[in-house]
């Protein structure tokens, strides 16, 4: 097995260097970061919430809602229902408006790489 790596032509860098610089990609990359910074503050905000409400709220919390589920727990369960709504999300919002784009950009590399023959 060689350590060597395979050699490459002086445009392949160039290449993925154009490829970042243009307008389709810094539209993917706001597409993408318009979906990712939202949520992200928004599931921060809300597991802040928890943490706040479990420190200074106790009464609060630790009110029972049904035998001996309280509010901490139902709050906490919530967080784990939140994780995979926002996971669920993601993965529509990235199969109508991430993945097509993205697909498109590496077709495009793909052409390309294939005229230099395949990569190693």
């Known amino acids: 097995m060689s350590t060597d790596t395979p050699a490459t032509t002086a445009s392949e860098p160039d290449r993925y260097v154009a490829v970042q610089r243009s ?6 990359r706001r597409t993408l970061r318009g979906f990712v910074f939202p949520m992200t503050v928004a599931f921060f905000l809300w597991y802040a919430l928890y943490v ?3 420190a200074y709220a106790r009464d609060f919390m630790g009110a029972k809602l049904i035998g001996n589920i309280n509010v901490a727990l139902v709050f906490g369960l919530l967080q784990f229902v939140s994780t995979f709504a926002i996971a669920w999300l993601y993965s529509r ?4 408006k991430i993945d097509p784009v ?3 950009i ?3 590399i793909g052409e390309v790489e294939s005229e230099h023959g395949p990569r190693g």
Do not use: P, Q
Not at 93 to 96: E, G, I, N, P
């Open 102 to 104: 993205a697909d498109r």
């Open 52 to 54: 706040i409400l479990s």
């Open 23 to 28: 307008d389709e990609f810094a539209g993917l």
């Open 93 to 96: 919002y990235a199969d109508r």
């Open 106 to 108: 590496r077709a495009e």
